[in-house]
């Protein structure tokens, strides 16, 4: 006993902070039955908005690993992925074992509401706790919330590094008709954004203004913006998803990426167990394994900046000086609140500019999202 007790002192210490109790001799031998588990179950369907080319690696690398456990990795838009998800539980249908999604307010209703079960992870010593919600929503990614540019048209040293350098350039009349951004008032993810961006500071409806001045380009995802960037349509884009921009810089050495000084919003992709999971051992294994150092690094890869903090981001990861976390938790339910949502909505239109919303582009777009694979946010 005294043995034991000496085993689990120092793993106590470097635990307590995150609230853990159990031990790396528990927790190897939970793992060992999960795998067990997980094995007779013998797959996982998982439900997310991830798309191929920041997934595949991860996907090949567990399949590597545990050849008994098949992933069914259904891809959809974050709307949907919601929607489906909810008819499928109400309805008692086969639904997603894990539920995996960038759209952390969504993410946070369902938990909140009750589908999702209690989470045990041996990662959990290395997560921050802006990334766990009740040992049930986890962020598996901290991804910086960025500006692009194209440096054919924006030389590096003219382009703004900050909110507050944005809205003087703007103010000054430059990059007018080539501003893109979310819109808002159509994309779940934009309006978080935007959300968050007024949390973060206090001039962001003077920003909204001297973009709406602009006549901007409205854009549902950021592939499209990102596509839009590539054929020259557009010149600067605000609020890009820092991931799919730094994995699209590697095949576009003309895209230029800024993570802005005075704060950048870091987002994650959260990860829930469902209450009802059929597989649910396969499940945990599979989140397990995001979560791992190896799941980890694998997405780091892909410009998916880890959320660990035992692992290097690289260019993913945003300066610890400038970072700004959406915290995975209840506040995020605020988004929610209909009447608030119109509220901001209006107050965004209206600091735009109503009619600076390029209504072709945004059918176009919609057209686009319906055929890309993932539909990414």
Not at 212 to 241: C, R, W
């Amino acid at each position: 006993m005294l043995r034991r007790q000496l085993l689990l002192a120092p793993a106590a210490g470097l635990l307590a902070g995150c609230g853990r109790t159990d031990t790396p001799i528990l927790g190897n031998l939970e793992r060992a039955a999960r795998l067990r588990a997980a094995q007779r179950e013998g797959g996982v369907t998982v439900y997310a908005n991830t798309g191929d080319a920041e997934i595949g690696p991860v996907l090949a690398a567990f399949h590597a690993d545990h050849p008994k456990v098949h992933i069914d990795f259904q891809r959809q838009n974050s709307a949907e992925l919601y929607q489906r998800y909810l008819a499928e539980r109400r309805a008692g249908l086969p639904s997603a074992d894990l539920v995996w999604s960038s759209a952390m307010d969504l993410q946070i209703k369902l938990i909140n509401d009750g589908y999702a079960q209690t989470f045990d992870t041996p990662a959990r010593a290395m997560l921050p706790r802006w990334t766990i919600w009740k040992s049930q929503g986890f962020g598996v990614t901290a991804e910086p919330i960025v500006f692009v540019y194209d440096r054919r048209k924006l030389p590096d040293a003219q382009a703004p590094r900050s909110h507050a350098a944005l809205r003087q350039m703007l103010e000054a009349g430059a990059l007018k008709g080539s501003v893109g951004l979310f819109d808002n008032s159509r994309s779940g993810v934009g309006f978080l954004y935007y959300s968050q961006d007024r949390l973060a500071w206090a001039d962001t409806q003077a920003l909204t203004r001297a973009i709406g001045a602009t006549k901007p380009h409205l854009y549902e995802s950021t592939a499209t913006l990102l596509e839009a960037m590539s054929d020259q349509q557009i010149v600067f884009g605000y609020n890009v998803i820092g991931s799919y921009a730094l994995q699209h810089q590697r095949t576009n050495p003309n895209l230029g990426v800024i993570f802005p000084s005075d704060y950048t919003l870091v987002m994650s992709r959260i990860a829930f167990i469902s209450a009802q999971a059929r597989r649910p051992n396969a499940a945990k294994l599979f989140l397990d394994f995001l979560l791992s150092v190896k799941g980890q690094k694998l997405l780091a890869e892909t410009s998916m900046a880890p959320v660990r903090t035992d692992i290097a981001g690289g260019a993913g990861r945003a300066p610890p000086a400038f970072a700004r976390p959406i915290e995975v938790g209840p506040a995020l339910l605020a988004n929610l609140d209909q009447m608030r949502r119109k509220r901001l909505v209006a107050e965004w239109r209206e600091a735009l500019g109503p009619n600076h919303v390029d209504d072709y582009r945004r059918v176009r777009d919609a057209s686009r999202d319906s055929l890309m694979t993932g539909n990414r946010p």
